[in-house]
């Protein structure tokens, strides 16, 4: 990217390596979220019980 600065190079690819990964790691404890929180196997229903009408 930069020219004859090989340590600004290092610099980005280094931020744009951390960044890429606090993004899947993001994407992945959303996902396991919604798996647990929503999903088939929630406790959603033990925990707020509906009366039936």
Known sequence: MFTGKPIVNFIIGLLAAIG???????????GMHSGMMHGMLSCGS????????
């Open 46 to 53: 033990t925990m707020y019980p509906r009366s039936g009408t």
């Open 20 to 30: 890429l990964l606090a993004v899947l790691g993001t994407a992945a404890m959303w």
